[in-house]
């Protein structure tokens, strides 16, 4: 049995520091503090930046330049020219200027619901799932309960109920919240129930860590990715149910947004008439404007999740050594 | 220097399937001390119930009876409060165990600032950089990441967090299992290092008997629960005598055998009436640790 340990006197001739194969990363690929937690740059983020930012700029500052959207013009359903960019409507608006207040309503309730959406799934979902036991039975029944209730007929019913004069923004931004958030609440539940048994919430906790602070710095930054994309699918999701239901004439009564923008071509009869230009516009802002979110939504896994961003680094990496094969390619290439 | 006295320590988990219950003893009356400047190994296989001993200590998991009480230098026994300051946990999986968002940095700094080793951004900093030379880490990993460094890397920043504390007893859970062959030796002969250095107090655990013998003064076996063989290192490997020792020491491969077949080396005799009793080494006889807490009742070995 003393053949146990072959070389035990080898042992002590390696000192305690060296380690083969333990040769740190090079230094010019490595990414510190805040920097690390932007996407690194790629086409697909390029493209859903550039969509996401000229819609919001749109919506953010054309209403400034535009003029009054409300001002009434005896040239009805006239095509687009140089004095109507986007044409009129069947009085006579102009549907530009129109379609600018009508960006930054709609953004805005998309915002506000996307956030009040997300706290709401974070705080059931997380602590539930962290906490465990009776906390997490109650947040999960409540969840589900929230889950079944068909939110599209549910937010009629309430709009229905608030008398139209009182249905502001706010009122229709916490409805489509409160109907929005079960879902990312169970994903996010999910998700902490596999990170909370991770060896490193376990060493956090043995360091002595408060349980809030193993939530809010140990969990939740693991959970950002999902926390973003159920943020950025929020926005999309209010940004079409609001525009469902000012389509349906119980959006938000003192506010324009695309929504109420489509419902008026609708009564309009701009279909029939084959005036294009009023309801296109605000239909494909929608749309370019989801198709944005999603192109971040994919590029912003890449902040956590290291295999992602791995095969950028080995490029980088490969050039940075700049190996004689490497080069002799890229001279042919060029 | 702090003393780990583990006494008759039982975990019971209750399993559930539908409507019946039944519940699984998975720690059964373990029992030992730890002491400044040694090394207990403990040794068994997978689910004997190791890592649950180890969780117990690392008070991750509460225990069903029996207790752990780590006992300062002047003999009182550490306030709950202070328990981890004296009290750290080094995990299996290093890939695992550090949180691949944070900075290198950041895993260190926690445990100094909650503990009160250092205040200020500049001392966290510098203490910080002390740990990592203390495991023979370069500074410039402070501000990596996890995923940027080597097993044996996060491994020794593992470490280096268990110390942070000022740590006196360290439990280690397999620390090197999950290493590469190459980087085994330089963490288990830093941890060697460092006990020298600092006294402690170390329970390594493992299911490798070739390093349990060589960097532990003494060995536990742990079979299903129970602590079925205890003695010094060399007497428990040398000279096994319960049968899932035996089977636990024959299984090792032995170069002197190279050639024959595995299956030709003779059975140990088991001895089933002996399954449930321990052999103490250092007392020289089995004992039944189930027939009364006091050692008399002892059967001759």
Redesign the interface.
């Given at each position: 049995?003393?053949?146990?340990?072959?070389s035990?006197s080898g042992?002590?001739d390696?000192?305690?520091?060296?380690?083969?194969?333990?040769v740190?990363?090079p230094?010019s690929t490595?990414r510190?503090?805040w920097r690390?937690m932007l996407p690194s740059w790629t086409p697909k983020l390029a493209v859903g930046l550039g969509l996401v930012v000229a819609i919001a700029l749109f919506g953010l500052i054309g209403p400034v330049l535009a003029g009054d959207p409300d001002t009434i013009r005896n040239i009805s359903l006239t095509a687009p020219s140089g004095d109507h960019w986007l044409g009129t409507t069947q009085t006579g608006q102009d549907v530009l200027d129109q379609l600018t207040h009508a960006t930054r309503g709609s953004l805005q309730i998309g915002l506000l619901v996307g956030v009040m959406a997300t706290v709401l799934s974070a705080v059931f979902g997380v602590i539930g799932g962290y906490v465990g036991g009776i906390v997490d039975e109650a947040f999960s029944l409540f969840s589900n309960v929230m889950l079944v209730i068909p939110g599209l007929p549910l937010v009629i019913v309430i709009s229905g109920f608030v008398p139209a004069d009182q249905r502001g923004s706010w009122t229709i931004a916490l409805v489509l919240a409160v109907t929005g958030w079960a879902a990312s609440a169970r994903v996010l539940r999910a998700q902490t129930l596999s990170v909370r048994n991770?060896?490193?919430v376990?060493?956090?906790?043995?360091?002595?860590?408060k349980p809030w602070r193993v939530i809010c710095?140990?969990i939740v930054?693991?959970l950002?990715p999902v926390l973003a994309s159920q943020f950025v699918f929020a926005v999309i999701a209010a940004i079409l149910s609001e525009a469902g239901l000012s389509f349906l004439g119980l959006g938000a009564s003192n506010s324009s947004t695309l929504g109420t923008m489509l419902y008026f071509a609708q009564n309009g009869f701009a279909l029939q008439r084959e005036a294009w230009w009023w309801f296109v516009p605000p239909g494909l802002i929608i749309a370019v404007f989801g198709c944005g979110l999603a192109l971040i939504n994919l590029s912003l896994d890449e902040i956590?999740n290291?295999r992602l961003r791995r095969p950028v680094r080995k490029r980088a990496a490969r050039a940075a050594s700049g190996s004689s094969r490497n080069s002799a390619v890229r001279s042919t290439a060029a | 220097m702090t003393t780990l006295e583990v006494r008759d320590l039982v975990k019971e988990f209750t399993l559930r399937s539908g409507l019946r219950r039944t519940r699984l003893r998975a720690v059964h009356r373990v029992d030992f001390t730890l002491v400044p400047g040694r090394t207990v190994a403990l040794v068994g296989a997978s689910g004997s119930g190791k890592s649950t001993v180890a969780?117990m200590i690392?008070?991750?998991e509460k225990p069903t009876s029996g207790t752990i009480a780590a006992v300062g230098p002047d003999g009182t026994r550490i306030k709950d409060r202070h328990y981890?300051d004296h009290v750290?946990?080094v995990?299996?999986?290093p890939f695992?165990?550090?949180?691949?968002?944070?900075?290198i940095e950041h895993h260190l700094a926690?445990?100094l600032v909650?503990?009160g080793r250092a205040k200020g951004r500049e001392q966290v900093r510098e203490q910080a950089s002390q740990l990592l030379e203390r495991v023979?880490?370069?500074v410039?990993?402070m501000?990596?990441?996890p995923?940027?460094?080597?097993g044996?890397?996060r491994q020794r920043v593992?470490i280096a967090?268990a110390l942070?504390?000022g740590a006196r007893v360290i439990v280690a859970d397999e620390p090197v299992s999950m290493l590469?062959v190459?980087?085994r030796?330089?963490v288990l002969?830093?941890l060697a290092?460092l006990q020298r250095e600092d006294d402690l107090a170390v329970l390594y655990i493992t299911h490798d008997?070739?390093t349990a013998?060589?960097f532990s003064d003494s060995i536990l076996v742990m079979n299903r629960g129970r602590i079925v063989e205890r003695g010094p290192a060399d007497d428990v490997?040398?000279t096994p005598q319960h049968p899932y020792t035996q089977t636990l020491?024959a299984a090792?491969p032995?170069?002197?055998l190279r050639g024959r077949l595995l299956s030709s080396e003779p059975e140990p005799q088991a001895a089933s009436d002996r399954h449930h009793l321990t052999y103490d080494h250092e007392a020289g006889r089995w004992i039944d640790i189930d027939a009364a807490t006091d050692s008399d009742a002892a059967v001759a070995g």
């Open positions: 049995m003393t053949s146990l340990i072959p035990s042992l002590e390696l000192p305690p520091g060296a380690e083969p194969g333990a740190p990363a230094a490595r510190t503090g690390a991770r060896d490193y376990a060493a956090a906790r043995v360091a002595g860590e710095v140990e930054p693991n950002l956590i290291p | 969780r690392a008070r991750l981890r750290q946990m995990f299996q999986d695992a165990s550090l949180n691949p968002f944070h900075s926690r445990p909650l503990h023979s880490l370069p410039e990993l501000d990596r990441r995923h940027e460094l080597s044996g890397q593992a967090r942070a504390p590469d190459s980087s030796l330089g002969s830093l290092r008997l070739a013998r060589h490997i040398l020491a090792a032995n170069p002197e």
